[in-house]
Every structure is written in structure tokens, then in C-alpha cells.
């Protein structure tokens, strides 16, 4: 499904670079359920971004089922990632002026869905999450579990084939936790494939592959046993 070569993300700081992530060469095959780990400051978040389509300041090549993502303009890139990607930011990217019910509602805007259906919908995914209480209260107004859940209803309303979660269950209570990571199971054995980021080897456990960063260097990938840390890369 994907393919990413040699990508590399460097940052401007003061008269310098930073480089973030180093020559990333990874394939995701449809319906895999792969697990990022590693420190904090490693590049997951990094990496995930550029998986969501949302970050173009990179080198390398990034081919979505055969459609080069490199070689696109913005407009095009957006185009692909609404038709294909649900993302659970680490930090939620709630929109503040729209209320719980609205930003649920956001991806269904992109499809060419009537009325009563979205509105039906997006019923059913407040009350999956039970969070129907809550549906015209705006994101200021909700703690941030509520707000992680809304995050996570809205990147899986729209049945994306890629699902990307960043820490999705690190503000949850245990058991809400597991209620999340048993929907991606779910999503999961229905097709959508999966890359979600967490420090929980619980969580991981979910996943059926698992790719450690250091420093912005991929180095260690349950499906290919010759990335060892000594190496760095293939
Ligand atoms: N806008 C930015 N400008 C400069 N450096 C940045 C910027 N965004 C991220 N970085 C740097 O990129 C590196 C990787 O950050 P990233 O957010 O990908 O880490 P992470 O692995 O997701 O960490 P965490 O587990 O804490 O979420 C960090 O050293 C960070 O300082
Ligand atoms: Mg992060």
C-alpha cells in the first residue's frame, strides 16, 4: 500500500539543520497493523505526519498504491489523503469553533453522502462513543480523554483504508483504552490497515508488526530481522 524511500526531514534551526528522520525506507502492505515505538523525540510523530500526507518539507520518495505522493502539488496531495487517511493526532487538532457534532461530521463533508446518511451517522458514532452528551459543547469544553475520543470518532467515521493514530489511548482510562484498541482490531480485520505510534506494549501488542526510531534512524522492524541497531538501516 505504501512505500516510502529514502526519506529524510530536516528542520531550519539557528544558522543549522536538524535532521529528524534519516534515510526511512519502510513498506506497508494492505491490512498490515504496524506499531511505531521509541523515545520521545525520536521522529514518530514526525514520520506519521508525513505517512498522513500533511507534511511535504521532506526528500525521499512516497508512493500511495503506485501514486507518487512526491511527485504531487498540495492540492493533489490533500485530495488523496481525505479520500484515503483517518488521523488521531497526538495532540487532537480539534477545529475550536465548530462543536463536537461538527468536527465528527468534517470527513463525511468530503463525500458525496446525503444528508439524512451523514446526519445518521454521525448520530450512531456519538453514541459509539458515548459521547452524545456531549455532541453540541465545543473542544474547550471537554476534558482531554472526551477530546481524544472525539479526535478518534472523526478519524474512523469516514472508513479510511489507512488508519493513523498517534498515541491515540494516552489520555484514556484503561478501559476505554482497550475498547479503542479492540475497534482497531476490529477496523483492522475489516480491512483498514493501521499504523499506530504509543510507549504501551499493551497497545503494541494489537499491532502484528512493531518499527523502532532512534534519533530519526529506523532500527529495528519485527518483519525484516537483518535492521539491527548496529546497522541503522538496510
Ligand atoms: N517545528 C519544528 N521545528 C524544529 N524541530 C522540530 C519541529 N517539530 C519537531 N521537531 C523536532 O523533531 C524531533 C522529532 O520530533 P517528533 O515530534 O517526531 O518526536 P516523537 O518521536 O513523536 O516524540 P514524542 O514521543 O515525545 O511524541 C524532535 O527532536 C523535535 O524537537
Ligand atoms: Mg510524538
Given at each position: 500500500m505504501i512505500q516510502l524511500k529514502n526519506i529524510e526531514r530536516s528542520y531550519k534551526t539557528g544558522a543549522g539543520q536538524t535532521w529528524v528522520l534519516r534515510r526511512i525506507n519502510l513498506e506497508i502492505r494492505e491490512g498490515e497493523f504496524v506499531t511505531i515505538m521509541g523515545p520521545s523525540g525520536a521522529g514518530k510523530s514526525s514520520l506519521l505526519n508525513i505517512l498522513a500526507l500533511l507534511d511535504d518539507q521532506w526528500l525521499g520518495e512516497y508512493w500511495f498504491r503506485d501514486e507518487p505522493a512526491h511527485a504531487m502539488n498540495r492540492k493533489q496531495r490533500a485530495e488523496l489523503a481525505k479520500r484515503n487517511v483517518g488521523m488521531v493526532f497526538q495532540s487532537y487538532h480539534?477545529?475550536?469553533?465548530?462543536?463536537v457534532a461538527e468536527n465528527i461530521d468534517l470527513p463525511l463533508s468530503y463525500k458525496n453522502m446525503p444528508r439524512s446518511e451523514r446526519q445518521g451517522l454521525v448520530a450512531d458514532t456519538l453514541d459509539h462513543f458515548n459521547i452524545v452528551g456531549k455532541?453540541?459543547?465545543?473542544?474547550?469544553?471537554?476534558s482531554g480523554g472526551q477530546q481524544q475520543l472525539v479526535g478518534i470518532a472523526r478519524a474512523v467515521i469516514h472508513k479510511p483504508s489507512l488508519l493513523l493514530a498517534d498515541e491515540p489511548t494516552g489520555n484514556l482510562h484503561s478501559t476505554q483504552a482497550k475498547e479503542i484498541m479492540e475497534l482497531f482490531r476490529r477496523l483492522n480485520s475489516e480491512g483498514t490497515t493501521i499504523v499506530q505510534v504509543t510507549h504501551s506494549d499493551a497497545n503494541a501488542a494489537y499491532g502484528s508488526r512493531i518499527i523502532e526510531v532512534h534519533d530519526g534512524w529506523m532500527t529495528r522492524d519485527t518483519s525484516n530481522p537483518e535492521l539491527t541497531p548496529a546497522t541503522g538501516q538496510k
Open positions: 480539534l477545529l475550536d469553533d465548530l462543536t455532541k453540541d459543547l465545543f473542544p474547550s469544553q471537554l
